[in-house]
């Protein structure tokens, strides 16, 4: 399990699904509902929106959909958005 996933494990259980769902949305391997729920997810939280910009940024550079080839900076960029909405 990647670092970003076992973050998430702490969070709420939606942000952990979205999260855990987002290499396959993008790889469009979801079946249609589980992609309206991770789009409807993505759409109001800011911090699973910002995942997947990184995801794609990472997909640009690396050509594939692989969360443990972010860069530790990312990651950390991540742990402290998914931090800073804890309650
Ligand atoms: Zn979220």
Redesign the pocket.
Known sequence: MNVIARFARR??L??RR??ELITDYLDKALPGRQRADVER??SR?????E?LRQLKATIMAIGRVDSDQLSPDVKNTLILLYRRNEG
């Open positions: 969070h709420d939606t942000c979205a999260v997810h993505l939280c800011p911090h699973c929106s995942y």
